[in-house]
């Protein structure tokens, strides 16, 4: 079975500045893709990055990129110049293939941000 | 992903009684999957459904649970004689493909068992 760790259950960033949220994982698949999702006090999952195994760059969206390192099997989160509304639960996520054909993720246990004035 | 739209978005249940939780998925979308939260947790896989059919429901407790995803209409998780560990948040992504590369999930239902 495929295995997130999220090692930082909390963490407090000063507002501007850059933050990196950790996530390792452990896959036997060769083929497999890596998610991140923010998840604000209001409860809604937001999607932010994805990163495929077989990417050679690493993904960026705006403030956000993946520093994906495969042969370390960690793909953590990078936050540049953090803003207030960064502050929530932050949720790693791997797809693995199911006995049945279909994608299904894996998430991690989560770190919970706080941008601090 | 404003455009899966679950409700209720909060849902309040005694003990025994049976929970109806409803997501719509995105206009488009025929591919359907149920995670569950429980508190200071991480989402957890419970069912795939793709119209009319059930694909993959390996994460589902035997018991007690059932979904299903009709040729017309919203899909259903129903829950029922709730226990006060059913109490979590129950989110429904869908997808275009069932890649989850396009998923898009829904705001989640809380449901609280008295």
């Known amino acids: ?117 | 992903n404003a455009g899966v739209m679950q409700n209720p978005r909060h849902l309040v249940r005694r003990r025994g009684q049976e929970a109806r939780l409803r997501c719509s998925p995105m206009k488009g979308h025929s591919h359907v999957y149920w995670y569950r939260q429980l508190p200071e947790e991480g989402l957890k896989f419970m069912v795939y459904l793709q119209k009319e059919n059930i694909i993959d429901e390996s994460g589902m407790p035997k018991e007690r649970f059932s979904a299903e995803f009709p040729k017309e209409g919203p899909s259903i998780l129903r829950i029922q004689q709730v226990v006060r560990g059913d109490s979590a948040a129950y989110f429904c992504a869908s997808s275009p493909t069932g890649g989850n590369e396009k998923l898009f999930f829904g705001s989640g239902t809380q449901l609280s068992v008295l």
């Open chain 1, 1 to 117: 079975a495929q295995k997130i760790t999220q090692t930082q259950p909390g963490m407090f960033v000063q507002e501007k500045e850059a933050v990196t949220l950790d996530c390792t994982y452990d896959t036997s698949d060769q083929s497999y893709g890596l998610f991140w999702y923010k998840q604000p006090s209001s409860g809604e999952m937001i999607f932010l990055i994805y990163q495929g195994s077989y990417d050679e760059q690493n993904a960026t969206e705006g403030r956000y990129s993946l520093n994906f390192q495969k042969a370390r099997k960690s793909a953590n989160l990078v936050i540049s110049a953090s803003q207030l509304g960064d502050s929530a639960m932050y949720f790693c996520a791997m797809r693995e293939l199911s006995n049945f054909g279909n994608e299904k993720l894996t998430f991690g246990t989560g770190t919970r941000l706080t941008i601090i004035p």
